[in-house]
């Protein structure tokens, strides 16, 4: 059976969230349709509110401090205070203070936090989990989207995944124009070749040592590690970023070496490669290097007989590969749908 809708939102992270939430806003039927069976998408945070997708947002990051305060969510500054430590082959030193301190931010309870306040302001049954779209075929009358279980007619659609987990993912029918194509298929996917890796503690040990929890190595598989601790210190976290597989002995066995003894008896080590999510990223995901694709006016501006548009932090001028990014290009596609179909943005 073909379902109506005004317009189809393929992803439920950040960016199609945001989407969704202000066209209904504004009087707007939308569908989300999500291949996960959460929202968030790479905003991915665990129970005890640890990140394992984004982590941070910075002050003057507009669209992102409206969402915050628009949902009362909490924030706390990412703990810097402390030397960092430099990880070379010929051993582990000491910096005199930490270069990696800045002003960044995180959320209590973790970024996806963001995405189910979102959600939950979504009108009921607007949201469907589990429903990876298989293709959206543009007609004179509309445009249909595919899933495994139902097919929606829409006057528009979002594509609110990355450009090339789209091209790989779901079939376009008739095919986009040459220059759209290629460009989506090349450009990089923010994380998407990131595996992130979270080791928990009793305590924030370093810190009692005059430690930020930061490090940069040149030894791995962690490259880049920071302190992700609850913004109460009742646990510890150190968490880094490497690439591909990753075993937790492996981690741990580095943070010993950087951060001493008391290092090596984690509560546990959560592990998440982002290029082994299907729904994130493409099979060549670690060839896609050209991130001067980001923020592309092809990938920016309406395709398919003005009813397509791509929607992610890879297709923003703001901020791409932040979740700024993600959300200033949904601002940006929300008042493009918005005049189009019901006059100006309120």
């Known amino acids: 059976m073909l379902l109506a809708t005004d317009c189809v939102v393929i992803g439920a992270g950040i960016s199609g969230l945001r989407v969704a939430q202000l066209l209904t806003a504004q009087g707007v039927d939308v569908q989300v349709v999500e291949a996960r069976d959460r929202v968030g998408g790479r905003l991915l945070s665990s129970p005890s509110g640890v990140d394992l997708g984004a982590t941070w947002f910075w002050p003057n990051e507009a669209d992102v401090v409206e969402v915050i305060d628009r949902f009362g969510l909490s924030a706390f500054p990412q703990y810097v205070a402390g030397n960092m430590m430099f990880q070379l082959p010929q051993g582990v030193q000491q910096l005199d203070g930490n270069p990696f301190a800045q002003q960044a931010g995180r959320l209590v309870g973790g970024m996806q936090s963001m995405a189910s306040a979102l959600a939950a302001e979504l009108p009921e049954d607007t949201l469907r989990l589990s429903s990876p779209v298989r293709s959206v075929d543009v007609h004179d009358f509309g445009v249909v989207v595919a899933t495994d279980s139902d097919q929606w007619q829409a006057a528009v659609v979002v594509i609110a995944v990355p450009p090339a987990t789209a091209m790989a993912r779901i079939e376009f029918l008739p095919v986009l124009p040459t220059d759209v194509v290629a460009t989506a298929r090349q450009t990089p996917v923010w994380m998407g070749a990131v595996t992130k890796v979270v ?148």
């Open 199 to 346: 080791a928990v503690y009793e305590t924030t040990f370093w810190r009692q040592r005059g430690l930020a929890g930061s490090a940069m190595s040149h030894v791995g598989p962690l490259r880049e590690i920071h302190d992700i601790s609850a913004p109460d210190a009742s646990f510890g976290a150190l968490f880094g970023f490497g690439r591909g597989h990753i075993r937790d002995t492996e981690v741990v066995g580095q943070l010993v070496e950087i951060f001493g003894a008391e290092a090596g008896h984690p509560n546990r080590v959560e592990i998440h490669d982002w290029s082994d999510s299907p729904y994130t990223s493409p099979p060549n995901v670690a060839d896609l290097t050209d991130y001067e694709l980001f923020g592309s006016p092809l990938l920016g501006s309406v395709v398919g007989d003005g009813r397509l548009y791509f929607t992610s932090t890879e297709t923003a001028t703001d901020a791409p590969g932040h979740i700024q990014g993600a959300l200033s290009a949904a601002r940006r596609t929300a008042a493009a749908i918005l005049a189009q179909t019901v006059g100006p943005p309120v």
